[in-house]
């Protein structure tokens, strides 16, 4: 069934995609890439539902009121709602009759996690294909100009997940080009 609504046949009439949101480079790489897959053939006239991650009304207006703006300079088509997420229970209301899922990737303790550090291995049957996500580096999503942005606190944890994700697998820590709290290295020594 999975596989079905992937499907490039005819018989699939309605797709859906699903993006789970918190501001950041992780959440902007997942509307990023949900809004290119609407580009792919046969996926022209897929709905790309957004939910904004809240953490209580408050953020939830504020949150919603980003994804807006961002949706406007990046000139993406989508829905947009917030979800006060109370756990995996969250995915698999809003998101199970979804075509594809866009989740932001966490990593704790070598387990792979929702939004809010809870375990998605039991949410993950009842969900659709779904792609986690986790950004390298700082996406800028605005059409009118080719400049990074500078970090934000929401950038400082998507870098502190990488960071996690890459000591979870033995790795060290990575780094971006566009990072400000990491100086530059030291240039080379003057050849002789």
């Not at 807006?68 to 698999?92: F, K, M, N, Q, W």
């Not at 290295?185 to 003057?190: C, K, L």
Request: net charge negative; with cysteine; hydrophobic share 35%.
């Amino acid at each position: 069934e999975r596989a079905e609504r992937m499907s490039p046949l005819p018989t699939v009439t309605h797709r859906r995609i699903d993006v789970w949101w918190k501001e950041g480079a992780t959440g902007d790489l997942c509307l990023l890439l949900a809004h290119l897959v609407t580009r792919s053939p046969g996926w022209g006239s897929a709905v790309v539902r957004v939910h904004v991650i809240a953490e209580g009304p408050q953020d939830a207006e504020t949150a919603l009121a980003k994804l807006r703006t961002l949706l406007d300079d990046g000139r993406i088509d989508a829905e947009a709602d917030s979800v006060e997420y109370d756990g995996p229970a969250s995915l698999v209301e809003h998101s199970s009759d979804a075509t594809i899922v866009f989740l932001p990737l966490r990593i704790r303790g070598g387990r792979l996690v929702g939004p809010q550090g809870r375990p998605l291995s039991e949410a993950l049957e009842s969900l659709p294909i779904t792609a986690h996500v986790l950004a390298g580096e700082d996406i800028d999503l605005d059409a009118d100009h080719d400049q990074p942005s500078p970090d934000t606190e929401a950038s400082q944890a998507d870098k502190s997940a990488r960071a996690e994700a890459a000591k979870a697998n033995g790795q060290p820590a990575p780094s971006t080009p566009f990072s400000t709290d990491t100086p530059p290295p030291p240039p080379p020594p003057p050849a002789k």
